[in-house]
């Protein structure tokens, strides 16, 4: 929405994990550690825009590996494609390219990518996205490779990780009562939007539901949910999906029943040869 201060505009994830006691304790919870010091985490969140516009929402530094930590309200196949770019970034970041010369071998610190999902379409307690399921060739053992351990946090899911990370259970009854109140919402102006969501606010302090974060950073919350929720850019994506979908299937269709040639294609799109044989290589959904 144009009245969003940038600014100040953030996910709600990052904004109650971006402080190192409770992203001490979202880690803990995960990795069954039992960390005390949280001047122990060496965060290195990628703060500027790395492919049209995204941004990671939280990267850090502990036990000698590198955390990669992302929060999704909707399944993203291409997940494990933004992994690749965020940790390629971060690995560009901490080793020069003169170290690359050097004949003695750089000690990577290993990666740990964690997707926490609390969207409304039903999903197992965990999943993986992989980087080599996105590939037109399938091999067992690709040269290379990124997976994304998807973890679901709506509530009645991990109930365990929940009870071990306080924050996060709040988190997940924030989002679902956030959601289930914008969810009714749909075509309402802005002001009544803001209504909306300052009285979600309000319920969930009064039922300390991150309470002390959402008395101190109230305005940034309803900016960032506002944001999240601009029904300019849903309404523009869900055009765009449909549209990508439509077009794409009528090439195909006119391609199998002959109707156009490759070349055709090709001079009425201006895509490459390679886009189009992905384009018309049958894909495992």
Do not use: W
């Not at 930590?69 to 933004?82: G, K, V, W, Y």
């Not at 399938?138 to 290379?144: R, T, Y």
């Not at 449909?242 to 299937?249: A, L």
């Amino acid at each position: 929405m144009n009245s969003v201060n940038h600014q100040k505009y953030d996910h709600v994830f990052k904004i109650v994990f971006g402080n190192r006691e409770e992203l001490l304790s979202l880690y803990n919870a995960l990795a069954g550690t039992t960390h005390t010091d949280p001047e122990e985490i060496t965060v290195n969140t990628l703060e500027d825009a790395v492919f049209i516009g995204i941004k990671n929402d939280l990267s850090f530094i502990i036990d000698s590996r590198l955390n990669l930590f992302e929060h999704q309200s909707t399944i993203n196949p291409n997940i494990p494609l933004r992994g690749l770019y965020y940790l390629s970034d971060i690995y560009k970041t901490m080793y020069s390219g003169t170290m690359l010369h050097s004949t003695k071998a750089i000690r990577l610190l290993s990666p740990r990518f964690i997707v926490f999902y609390n969207g409304k379409e039903e999903m197992p307690d965990t999943f993986e996205c992989k980087l080599s399921d996105m590939f037109i060739n399938k091999e067992e053992h690709p040269d290379l490779d990124v997976t994304a351990h998807v973890i679901n946090i709506n509530p009645g899911h991990n109930e365990e990780l929940l009870d071990k990370c306080g924050k996060l259970r709040e988190f997940s009854v924030f989002s679902a009562k956030m959601r289930e109140a914008l969810d009714e919402a749909r075509g309402l102006s802005k002001e009544d939007l803001e209504k909306i969501v300052l009285k979600v606010i309000d319920s969930c302090i009064e039922e300390n539901i991150l309470a002390d974060i959402l008395r101190k950073e109230r305005v940034r919350v309803m900016d960032s949910v506002l944001a999240e929720f601009d029904i300019d850019d849903f309404a523009k994506m869900t055009y765009e999906d449909g549209y990508d979908f439509g077009y794409n299937s009528a090439i195909l269709s006119l391609y199998s029943d002959g109707v156009i040639s490759k070349e055709e294609i090709i001079k009425r799109t201006n895509l490459s040869e390679f886009e189009l044989d992905s384009l018309l290589t049958p894909r495992e959904i």
